[in-house]
């Protein structure tokens, strides 16, 4: 299939330029991330502040990068702010990242973006000093705070993420979840767990097709039980033996379940591809995406 340009409801999710030049890529060449992801024919483009100083420069550099994803002829619908120490057991840490979410919160309101996303809370566990910040993180060698009270850091946790949904709900922004491993939403049930608790509207959840399979979630059921809360779905394939992030086809997903729950519940939200990652395996980066945007394109014209 020839490569022209892509429906905007499929979006180059930033996995794209992190596959090619490490996590988290070179903040400062984010203007030319866009352009290639442009350059692959893609009009919808996720774009990703990872950790307080990348967030500062996407802030302060907003006018210059929305003009590049307008002469790119894109749209960035969701801007992705990684802030892992929201979910700290420490207070103080909670409220400098409520501070970063805030300036993430102006930054995808400047972009035109209609929502924000990070990770689901992480697990309420004992990080060394200056570690750096993970995709996925794992729990081994890790411990829980000395003295930790799991009511009291509940009451907080849900405390501070209702006040970041606040925030968001300022500027007008969805704040998407997304699940992982590492984090206290992996999947449906956690995700309607911690919904229920914050109890606001603007709280969506991020559907990551490959992350949950892994984490044996019925994709189809998730759609089902969530509906009316996801607008904004990762698309990628899986084995079901470890985290990875395939071409839909290349794993085990049972992909016509998953677009006929799309169609059941009339989705008419956003898919990302988010192939790749070093966990991957992926030689040819631009090929991936190019097949699994054809595959999405054809699943849209028969299912949606």
Same mark, same amino acid.
């Given at each position: 299939?020839e490569?022209? #340009?892509y429906?905007k409801q499929?979006?180059?999710?930033?996995?794209?330029?992190i596959s090619k030049y490490?996590?988290?890529?070179n903040v400062?060449?984010?203007?030319?991330y866009?352009?290639?992801?442009?350059?692959?024919?893609?009009?919808?483009?996720e774009?990703?502040?990872?950790?307080?100083e990348?967030?500062?420069?996407l802030h302060?550099?907003?006018?210059?990068? #929305?003009?590049a994803?307008?002469?790119?002829g894109?749209? &960035?619908?969701?801007?992705c702010?990684?802030l892992?120490?929201l979910?700290s057991?420490?207070?103080?840490?909670?409220?400098?990242?409520l501070?970063?979410?805030r300036l993430?919160?102006?930054?995808?309101?400047?972009?035109?973006?209609?929502g &924000?996303?990070?990770n689901?809370p992480?697990?309420?566990?004992?990080?060394?000093?200056?570690?750096p910040?993970? #995709?996925?993180y794992?729990?081994?060698?890790?411990?829980?705070?000395t003295?930790f009270?799991?009511d009291?850091?509940w009451?907080?946790?849900v405390s501070t993420?209702?006040e970041?949904?606040?925030?968001?709900?300022?500027y007008n922004?969805?704040?998407h979840m997304?699940?992982c491993e590492?984090s206290?939403?992996t999947g449906?049930?956690s995700?309607l767990?911690?919904?229920?608790a914050?109890?606001?509207?603007?709280?969506?959840f991020?559907l990551?097709?490959?992350?949950?399979f892994y984490?044996k979630?019925?994709?189809?059921l998730?759609?089902?039980?969530l509906?009316?809360?996801?607008?904004y779905i990762? &698309?990628?394939?899986?084995?079901g033996?470890? &985290?990875?992030?395939?071409?839909?086809?290349?794993?085990?997903i049972?992909w016509?379940?998953f677009f006929e729950?799309?169609r059941?519940?009339?989705?008419s939200?956003q898919?990302?591809?988010?192939?790749g990652?070093a966990?991957?395996?992926i030689n040819?980066?631009?090929?991936a995406?190019?097949?699994?945007?054809?595959?999405?394109?054809?699943q849209?014209a028969?299912?949606l």
């Amino acid at each position: 299939m020839e490569h022209g #340009r892509y429906s905007k409801q499929l979006t180059c999710a930033y996995l794209y330029p992190i596959s090619k030049y490490g996590y988290p890529p070179n903040v400062e060449q984010t203007i030319s991330y866009i352009t290639e992801m442009a350059g692959m024919g893609f009009s919808s483009i996720e774009l990703e502040g990872i950790g307080a100083e990348n967030i500062r420069y996407l802030h302060r550099h907003s006018s210059s990068i #929305r003009e590049a994803v307008d002469k790119s002829g894109c749209v &960035v619908p969701v801007y992705c702010v990684v802030l892992p120490q929201l979910s700290s057991p420490d207070q103080a840490l909670q409220q400098q990242s409520l501070e970063l979410f805030r300036l993430g919160c102006q930054t995808a309101q400047q972009l035109g973006a209609s929502g &924000v996303l990070d990770n689901g809370p992480l697990l309420p566990l004992e990080y060394p000093k200056n570690a750096p910040i993970l #995709r996925h993180y794992s729990a081994d060698q890790l411990r829980l705070p000395t003295g930790f009270n799991w009511d009291q850091y509940w009451t907080n946790l849900v405390s501070t993420y209702q006040e970041a949904c606040a925030i968001a709900a300022s500027y007008n922004l969805a704040y998407h979840m997304h699940p992982c491993e590492g984090s206290l939403i992996t999947g449906t049930d956690s995700f309607l767990y911690f919904h229920q608790a914050v109890q606001r509207i603007n709280l969506f959840f991020n559907l990551d097709t490959a992350n949950q399979f892994y984490r044996k979630d019925d994709l189809a059921l998730c759609i089902t039980r969530l509906a009316g809360k996801i607008s904004y779905i990762h &698309v990628s394939d899986n084995g079901g033996q470890r &985290v990875e992030h395939l071409v839909p086809g290349d794993g085990k997903i049972w992909w016509s379940g998953f677009f006929e729950a799309l169609r059941e519940t009339q989705f008419s939200g956003q898919l990302a591809i988010d192939v790749g990652g070093a966990e991957s395996g992926i030689n040819d980066i631009d090929e991936a995406y190019h097949r699994s945007a054809d595959w999405l394109t054809q699943q849209i014209a028969t299912y949606l």
